[in-house]
C-alpha cells in the first residue's frame, strides 16, 4: 500500500513541476506579448500625429505647371508604405519567431506527456495482476465464442494458461 501511495505522490509532484514550467513559460510569452502591444500602440500613435501633422500643413501656392495629382498620391503612399513597413516587418518577424518558439515548446510538451503515458503504462505493468478478475474475463470471452489462443493474444496470456483457467471452470 505505502509502495501505490508513493507511486502516486511520484506522479503528482512530476505533474506540478510540469504545470510549474508551463504555467513560467506562459508567463514570458505574455510579458513578450506585452512588449510587442507597446510597440504597436507607439507606432499607431505616430502613424495618427503623422496624419494630423499632414492635416494642418499649409498648402504652397501652386506652382506655374499643373501638378500630377495622382504622382503626388503615389509619391506621399509610397513614402508612407516604407516607413511603415521598415517598422512593421520586425515587429513581423520577431512574431514569426514567437510563434516558432510556441510551436517547439507545444511539441516538446507533448513529448514530455506521451513519456509521461509510457511511463503510467510500465507502471501498470508492474502492478500485479488481478488473478480472479482475468478468469472471469477468460471465461466471458470463450463463452462469447472467441477461440483459446485469440484469448490469449488478447490478454497476453499463455495458451496453457487460459485452457487450465477454463478446465478449472469447468468450461471445457
Same mark, same amino acid.
Given at each position: 500500500?505505502?509502495?501505490?501511495?508513493?507511486?502516486?505522490?511520484?506522479?503528482?509532484? *512530476?505533474?506540478?513541476?510540469?504545470?510549474?514550467? @508551463?504555467?513560467?513559460?506562459?508567463?514570458?510569452?505574455?510579458?513578450?506579448?506585452?512588449?510587442?502591444?507597446?510597440?504597436?500602440?507607439?507606432?499607431?500613435?505616430? +502613424?495618427?500625429?503623422?496624419?494630423?501633422?499632414?492635416? /494642418?500643413?499649409?498648402?504652397?501656392?501652386?506652382?506655374?505647371?499643373?501638378?500630377? @495629382?495622382? $504622382? #503626388?498620391?503615389?509619391?506621399?503612399?509610397?513614402?508612407?508604405?516604407?516607413?511603415? +513597413?521598415?517598422?512593421?516587418? =520586425?515587429?513581423?518577424?520577431?512574431?514569426?519567431? @514567437? $510563434? &516558432?518558439?510556441?510551436?517547439?515548446?507545444?511539441?516538446?510538451?507533448? +513529448?514530455? @506527456? %506521451? /513519456?509521461?503515458?509510457?511511463?503510467?503504462?510500465?507502471?501498470?505493468?508492474?502492478? =500485479?495482476?488481478?488473478?480472479?478478475? $482475468? $478468469? &472471469?474475463?477468460?471465461?466471458?470471452? %470463450?463463452?462469447?465464442?472467441?477461440?483459446?489462443?485469440? *484469448?490469449?493474444?488478447?490478454?497476453?496470456?499463455? !495458451?496453457?494458461? !487460459?485452457?487450465? !483457467?477454463?478446465?478449472?471452470?469447468? #468450461?471445457?
Amino acid at each position: 500500500m505505502s509502495n501505490d501511495i508513493l507511486i502516486y505522490l511520484c506522479f503528482g509532484v *512530476i505533474l506540478a513541476v510540469l504545470f510549474a514550467l @508551463m504555467l513560467a513559460k506562459d508567463s514570458q510569452t505574455a510579458k513578450k506579448f506585452a512588449k510587442f502591444e507597446i510597440i504597436l500602440e507607439s507606432l499607431i500613435r505616430e +502613424n495618427y500625429e503623422l496624419k494630423k501633422e499632414l492635416k /494642418n500643413m499649409q498648402i504652397p501656392p501652386a506652382p506655374s505647371e499643373p501638378l500630377d @495629382m495622382q $504622382e #503626388v498620391a503615389r509619391s506621399i503612399e509610397f513614402s508612407v508604405n516604407e516607413a511603415v +513597413n521598415a517598422k512593421v516587418i =520586425p515587429i513581423i518577424e520577431s512574431l514569426k519567431t @514567437m $510563434e &516558432n518558439a510556441i510551436g517547439s515548446f507545444k511539441d516538446d510538451q507533448q +513529448n514530455r @506527456m %506521451y /513519456n509521461l503515458e509510457e511511463r503510467t503504462r510500465t507502471i501498470n505493468k508492474l502492478t =500485479p495482476p488481478d488473478f480472479d478478475i $482475468e $478468469e &472471469n474475463r477468460i471465461v466471458e470471452l %470463450y463463452n462469447s465464442g472467441k477461440s483459446i489462443e485469440s *484469448i490469449a493474444r488478447d490478454l497476453r496470456l499463455s !495458451v496453457g494458461r !487460459v485452457s487450465m !483457467v477454463l478446465k478449472v471452470h469447468k #468450461v471445457i
